[in-house]
T-cell receptor
Framework: NAGVTQTPKFQVLKTGQSMTLQCAQD?????MSWYRQDPGMGLRLIHY???????DQGEVPNGYNVSRSTTEDFPLRLLSAAPSQTSVYFC?????????????FGSGTRLTVV | ELKVEQNPLFLSMQEGKNYTIYCNYS?????LYWYRQDPGKSLESLFV?????AVKQEGRLMASLDTKARLSTLHITAAVHDLSATYFC???????????FGKGTKLTVNP
């Protein structure tokens, strides 16, 4: 099993450019979510999904869009990149079963906006 | 809105010593997670705590949950250098699937 796969691993964008960060999981997890990690801030939730076709906002959703057309994929779109979006982005997934082993995280995408 | 606070944020300890990391959360939560992160790496799941009084142990790490006090602890016994990492706790906001993280505790274990 591949687990949670994020692509790309590194990306440099110019201010105003758009791009999509990809996230795919092969564990048939219902829940998927995106976080950004900034120094000294921990991880902050951007958007999350409890199943295909259902998404909701997290703590810091502005400037990001998501969709969940399949159980496996949960892409994160940056509409118009800004330097404040420079961060490390993590995708995570989990079963809805409350006795599961928790969320499985991808390896991250390091994004720099110049 | 759920807030999660960890302390200390930085912890330097000697090998062989014991210490505890504290995780307080502000509102009702029925799941508490502990994760480990090595520099430049992803997060590794350590413990999932689901009920009041839950205690889980893995090697030199033991986690507990007191839902009445809204407190979880991660106790380190006889620390070794390999435990050096950043440890995060995270709680699920009641009635939702929003996972809220603390800011992390950077642990350094010195010989």
């Amino acid at each position: 099993n591949a687990g949670v796969t994020q692509t790309p691993k590194f990306q440099v964008l110019k201010t105003g450019q758009s791009m999509t960060l990809q996230c795919a999981q092969d564990m048939n997890h219902e829940y998927m979510s995106w976080y950004r990690q900034d120094p000294g801030m921990g991880l902050r939730l951007i958007h999350y999904s409890v199943g295909a076709g259902i998404t909701d906002q997290g703590e810091v959703p502005n400037g990001y869009n998501v969709s969940r057309s399949t159980t496996e994929d949960f892409p994160l779109r940056l509409l118009s990149a800004a330097p404040s979006q420079t961060s490390v982005y993590f995708c995570a997934s989990s079963y809805s079963d409350r006795v599961s082993s928790g969320y499985t995280f991808g390896s991250g995408t390091r994004l720099t906006v110049v | 809105e759920l807030k999660v606070e960890q302390n200390p944020l930085f912890l330097s300890m000697q090998e062989g010593k014991n210490y505890t990391i504290y995780c307080n959360y502000s509102t009702t939560s029925d799941r508490l997670y502990w994760y480990r992160q090595d520099p430049g790496k992803s997060l590794e799941s350590l413990f999932v705590l689901l009920s009041n009084g839950a205690v889980k142990q893995e090697g030199r790490l033991m986690a507990s949950l007191d839902t009445k006090a809204r407190l979880s602890t991660l106790h380190i016994t006889a620390a070794v250098h390999d435990l050096s990492a950043t440890y995060f706790c995270a709680a699920v906001q009641g009635g939702s699937e929003k996972l809220v993280f603390g800011k992390g505790t950077k642990l350094t274990v010195n010989p």
